[in-house]
């Protein structure tokens, strides 16, 4: 696992600040994760404007490969308190959601999972998955009033 070279990070200031008081009590707890995340924090080139930074950031969507295989997954890495689903969510106390936070498109992480074993994630997507896109729109639809010309009722101005 270690023979992969560790890619750049950047975080946002915002997010540094809620990072490292989750890796901090984290640690607090022993777990081992907190120490893994503390590593990546010192390490991160913290960034004060958020908006020009395309890497992984807390509560947006990241799309990645895990190593080197066929399928991608995507989710949204929170802090733990804001999990919810391990369908949506990835915890940035967990061991991916640790190796994901910072990583640019493009860039290969080696981490270790929960169980030991080494694995290496690509990120492939900073874009929310295409079923989320279409999904928004719907309900952006279904919020627009709109008339079908077809439907009976009053057209323009009526009179008393």
């Known amino acids: ?3 992969e070279q560790l890619p750049p990070i950047r975080i946002a200031a915002h997010d540094f600040h809620l990072l490292k008081l989750a890796a901090l009590r984290a640690m607090e707890h022993r777990d081992p994760i907190g120490g893994f995340l503390a ?3 010192a390490r991160a080139d913290v960034v004060e404007a958020a908006d020009p930074l395309r890497c ?5 969507w990241v799309t990645f490969r895990a190593d080197d295989g066929l399928l991608l997954d995507s989710r949204i890495p929170v802090l ?6 391990s369908h949506l ?3 940035i106390l967990s061991p991916l959601g640790a190796a994901l936070i910072g990583l640019p498109v493009g860039s290969r992480m ?3 999972g929960a169980d030991g074993v080494s694995h290496v994630l690509t990120v ?3 874009d929310p998955p295409a079923g989320v896109i279409s999904l928004q729109r719907h309900r952006i ?3 627009v009033p709109h008339t079908d010309d077809n439907e009976p009722g009053p057209r323009g101005p009526t009179a008393a």
């Open 110 to 112: 080696p981490y270790l």
């Open 141 to 143: 639809m279904r919020s």
């Open 1 to 3: 696992m270690m023979n």
């Open 124 to 126: 492939e997507s900073l």
């Open 89 to 91: 969510h990835v915890s």
């Open 80 to 85: 733990p308190e804001n999990f919810r689903s």
């Open 56 to 60: 992984v950031r807390l509560d947006n």
């Open 39 to 41: 590593s990546e924090l």
